[in-house]
């Protein structure tokens, strides 16, 4: 009866410990990327944000990012867009050159470096997570966070 006792404590503490390891863990999906594209100082109308697409081409093939859209509540107000898979498809496929696509006009580069970092990498790593982001730029230039918005970091982008 104490060997029995002996292994499920011991069992016990080892999924505590373990459970706990993971919870505290680098942060595993990537972080969403946030931003808000601005024309002549004002952000883009809602019926031009109600029909952008994301997307990108992999071995010649066009395909859409599907989780693509506006952010919910305060910054569906203020015109925020986002997506998640942009981390995964940068950082697991090293796809990097995305294109914002509108109903009408011509489509806009936009660069997000994701890198996809080990276990190890990842906990020394500023964001504590597995897919830091690295670097994004809209046409060609290089985004910086809008300082006014400070729950998520959410990049600016400015369209001629």
Same mark, same amino acid.
């Given at each position: 009866m104490k060997i029995l006792f002996l292994f499920l404590s011991l069992g016990f503490l080892l999924i505590s410990f373990t459970c706990k390891r993971d919870l505290n863990g680098p942060y595993l @999906? @990537?972080?969403s990327l946030f931003f808000l594209i601005k024309k002549g100082g004002s952000r883009l109308p809602d019926s031009i944000l109600d029909n952008? $697409?994301?997307y990108y081409y992999q071995n010649g093939v066009k395909t859409y990012l599907s989780d693509f859209g506006r952010a919910t509540d305060e910054g569906h107000n203020l015109g925020i867009l /986002? /997506?998640?898979d942009i981390g995964l498809k940068s950082g697991n496929d090293?796809? $990097?050159n995305f294109y914002i696509e509108y109903l009408y006009g011509q489509p806009d580069p936009l660069f997000a470096d994701y890198r996809h970092?080990? /276990?190890d990498a990842a906990k020394q790593? @500023?964001?504590y997570c597995y897919y830091p982001i690295q670097q994004v730029k809209f046409n060609g230039q290089i985004a910086s966070t809008d300082p006014s918005i400070t729950q998520e970091p959410v990049y600016l982008f400015y369209k001629p």
């Amino acid at each position: 009866m104490k060997i029995l006792f002996l292994f499920l404590s011991l069992g016990f503490l080892l999924i505590s410990f373990t459970c706990k390891r993971d919870l505290n863990g680098p942060y595993l @999906p @990537p972080h969403s990327l946030f931003f808000l594209i601005k024309k002549g100082g004002s952000r883009l109308p809602d019926s031009i944000l109600d029909n952008m $697409k994301l997307y990108y081409y992999q071995n010649g093939v066009k395909t859409y990012l599907s989780d693509f859209g506006r952010a919910t509540d305060e910054g569906h107000n203020l015109g925020i867009l /986002t /997506t998640r898979d942009i981390g995964l498809k940068s950082g697991n496929d090293n796809i $990097k050159n995305f294109y914002i696509e509108y109903l009408y006009g011509q489509p806009d580069p936009l660069f997000a470096d994701y890198r996809h970092l080990s /276990t190890d990498a990842a906990k020394q790593d @500023p964001c504590y997570c597995y897919y830091p982001i690295q670097q994004v730029k809209f046409n060609g230039q290089i985004a910086s966070t809008d300082p006014s918005i400070t729950q998520e970091p959410v990049y600016l982008f400015y369209k001629p």
